[in-house]
């Protein structure tokens, strides 16, 4: 193949790369929109109802109301984790206790800064698996 088809190969699988990322993306965003408006709307609704009819709804409407907005702050860590490869590997991390430990021989690098009265102070970094 000539060079040209090769470049012209390689934008196409580009293309198709990022066409397929901006639909996971569309797919996330649209789930958790769609979780947000379902546990959200009922309270919403009643916190607009309640001033023209304060008797029209009881207090388990409340209630129910209520719990469906705790119930979102309770699914949206479990729908990032299903959604974003790097979030579930954080969370399994975090439930498994396998947290990253410093380095054993820390690579301390001393440098100077100036305050603001132009004294100089010593400051030294630790480095960790952290800083890379």
């Avoid at 979102?72 to 860590?77: F, G």
């Amino acid at each position: 193949m000539d060079e040209q088809a090769i470049v012209l190969n390689k934008d196409r699988q580009h293309y198709r790369r990022e066409q397929t990322q901006n639909r996971k993306l569309a797919k996330v965003l649209s789930a958790i929109l769609i979780t947000y408006l379902i546990t959200w709307t009922p309270y919403q609704l009643l916190v607009l109802l309640q001033p023209f009819c304060p008797t029209c709804v009881n207090a388990n409407g409340w209630y129910i109301a209520l719990c469906l907005c705790y119930l979102n702050s309770t699914i949206n860590p479990f729908m990032y984790a299903l959604c974003n490869v790097n979030f579930r590997r954080a969370y399994w991390n975090i439930l498994t206790c396998r947290f990253r430990r410093p380095l054993k021989q820390p690579n301390n690098k001393p440098f100077l800064s100036e305050t603001k009265d132009r004294s100089l102070v010593k400051h030294t970094i630790i480095q960790t698996h952290f800083d890379n």
